[in-house]
Nanobody
């Protein structure tokens, strides 16, 4: 059974850093694209980053570009989202998702396998 589990959220002060994890089970993370999304109450889920399944090409939303870094560790079968210079507007529930044979040329869409979400709060 293919599953992803996201974790690592918490409370952090503005300007701080946090690393989210996306643990994969039932599949090899190196063969799937991994996307990160976030959602705040009352708003649509926002795609923020993606790493391709083939050549590890990455994509970032303008709102996080230069502050967030997506990566993948095949040995740990996991993906990560390193978040730096966090702002209060980054507060949201963050989700990772996986999709096979997907090339991240733009905002990720149509991902089939989703984590349960992890809450990130950026506040003093």
């Amino acid at each position: 059974q293919l599953e992803v589990a996201d974790s690592g959220g918490g409370l952090v002060q503005p300007g701080g850093s946090l690393r989210l994890s996306c643990a994969a089970s039932g599949f090899a993370v190196a063969t799937y694209a991994i996307g990160w999304f976030r959602q705040v109450p009352g708003k649509a889920r926002e795609p923020i980053s993606c790493i391709s399944s083939s050549d590890s090409k990455t994509w970032y939303a303008d709102s996080v570009k230069g502050r967030f870094t997506i990566s993948r560790d095949s040995a740990k079968n996991a993906a990560y989202l390193q978040m730096s210079s966090l702002k209060p507007e980054d507060t949201a529930v963050y989700y990772c998702a996986a999709e096979i044979n997907y090339f991240c040329s733009g905002p990720p869409i149509g991902f089939d396998y989703w984590g349960q979400g992890t809450q990130v709060n950026v506040s003093t």
